[in-house]
C-alpha cells in the first residue's frame, strides 16, 4: 500500500492529452513538492517533472506538472507512442521523514 | 560522461548480507545527497535510504530500518549500501540517484536476489 495514491493504469490514443493524478496527504504533498518519475521498460527512471511543475532541460514541454492542496497532477498533451510507460510521482513525507512514491500509472498509448 | 553505476547485487541466501556500491564519474559528487531506491520484480519504486553531501545527514525506510546501512566515501566518488539480515521480500533492483532538484540522475540497477 503506497503512501502516495495513483491510478494503476491510463491510456489515450495518439495526438490526445491525458492526466495522471496523485493524492497524499497534508504530510507530504500537502506541505512538499511533487516530483514526477517516467519508466520506460526495462530501464531505470527518468526525471520527467521536478518542484511541482519544473521541467529538466531535455524534457519536452508536452509534459507538464501542477499540485493542489494534498493532491498533484501530471498532464501530457500530443500523446506519441514513446509515451508508453510507467508513471511515479513521489514527494518528501514530514511525518515518517521518509521519500514516498506512488504505486505508478501504466499509460498505454492505443 | 555524467552517470552513476550500481555494483554488489547478485544471488544470496535468507540471512545473508551484500554491500552494494554506486560510483559517479563526470560531475561534483561531493556536492550531492544519494539515495538508493528499490524495485521488486513487477512492483513499484520503493525509497530505501539516502545520505548527504557530507553524510551528516542519513535517513532509512521503515522497513530496511537496524539491517542497512549507507555510508559513503567522497574520495572515491562512491555511496555504498550494507544490507544484512536479508529476506525474501528483500528481492529487488535496486538504484542509485542523485538528488538535484528531485532525483535527476539514475543509475542502472543492481540486481539483489534473495533465494534459498
Known amino acids: 500500500q503506497s503512501v502516495l495514491t495513483q491510478t494503476p493504469s491510463a491510456s489515450g490514443t495518439l495526438g490526445q492529452r491525458v492526466s495522471i493524478s496523485c493524492s497524499g496527504s497534508?504530510?507530504?504533498?500537502?506541505?512538499?513538492?511533487v516530483n514526477w518519475y517516467q519508466q520506460l521498460p526495462g530501464t531505470a527512471p527518468k526525471l520527467l517533472i521536478y518542484?511541482?511543475?519544473q521541467r529538466p532541460s531535455g524534457v519536452p514541454d508536452r509534459f507538464s506538472g501542477s499540485k493542489s492542496v494534498t493532491s498533484a497532477s501530471l498532464a501530457i498533451s500530443g500523446l506519441q507512442s514513446d509515451d508508453e510507460a510507467d508513471y511515479f510521482c513521489?514527494?518528501?513525507?514530514?511525518?515518517?521523514?521518509?521519500?514516498?512514491f506512488g504505486g505508478g500509472t501504466r499509460l498505454t498509448v492505443l | 560522461e555524467v552517470q552513476l553505476v550500481e555494483s554488489g547485487g547478485g544471488l544470496v541466501k535468507p540471512g545473508g548480507s551484500l554491500r552494494l556500491s554506486c560510483t559517479a564519474s563526470?560531475?561534483?559528487?561531493?556536492?550531492?545527497?544519494v539515495h538508493w531506491v528499490r524495485q521488486a520484480p513487477g512492483k513499484g519504486l520503493e525509497w530505501v535510504s539516502s545520505?548527504?553531501?557530507?553524510?551528516?545527514?542519513?535517513y532509512y525506510a521503515d522497513s530496511v530500518k537496524g539491517r542497512f546501512t549507507i555510508s559513503r566515501d567522497n574520495s572515491r566518488n562512491s555511496v555504498y549500501l550494507q544490507t544484512n539480515s536479508l529476506s525474501a521480500d528483500d528481492t529487488a533492483v535496486y538504484f542509485c540517484?542523485?538528488?538535484?532538484?528531485?532525483?535527476?540522475?539514475w543509475g542502472q540497477g543492481t540486481l539483489v536476489t534473495v533465494s534459498s
Open positions: 540517484a542523485r538528488e538535484g532538484g528531485g532525483f535527476d540522475l
Open positions: 563526470g560531475f561534483t559528487f561531493s556536492s550531492y545527497s
Open positions: 545520505i548527504s553531501d557530507s553524510s551528516r545527514f542519513m
Open positions: 497534508r504530510s507530504n504533498i500537502g506541505r512538499k513538492d
Open positions: 518542484n511541482n511543475n
Open positions: 513521489a514527494s518528501w513525507d514530514v511525518s515518517l521523514n521518509n521519500w514516498v
